[in-house]
């Protein structure tokens, strides 16, 4: 069934996109979908997912956007609600790419995107971006042995922006 109101700049799916871009764990993303949805994951916070998430996931986040996947399907198919086709279609081609792994050792780097959630009231404050969100890209290194550096490639960016 189609759900009227889903809007995408709401407080929870904001938080959730947020969550996602950040990497957060699959349990705290099927938490917040859940919110989304009133406290069922709904046909339209699917679409929200498969829209603003799955869809426009970079290749570095196969094995991450496949662990949502299987928990996010796993969860509705244990309330028994109806899962998209466009998700279980895309968890069946992370399995056959990773079955390979071919996508795991080509990327040794994830993009995670960390974003501050701005109060509508903040519009007087000439540093409040319109779109109350902003998002700051911070590349990680899968190899826990490697670290990340995205904060020190941030702090280098900023001063150069000046």
Known sequence: MAEQGVDPIAPPFLHLLSAF?????????????????????????QRFIWDNCICKVEKGHVPYSKSFLKKLINEIESAHGDVLDELYEQYASYMISLKDGSLVKENSRVLKWISFLFSPGCFEVPSCPKSMRLAVPLHCSLNMLEGDTGPEELLVEAVREK
């Open 21 to 45: 871009l950040a990497m957060e764990s699959t349990q705290c993303l099927v938490s917040l979908a859940r919110a989304c949805g009133g406290g069922s994951i709904t046909e339209g916070v």
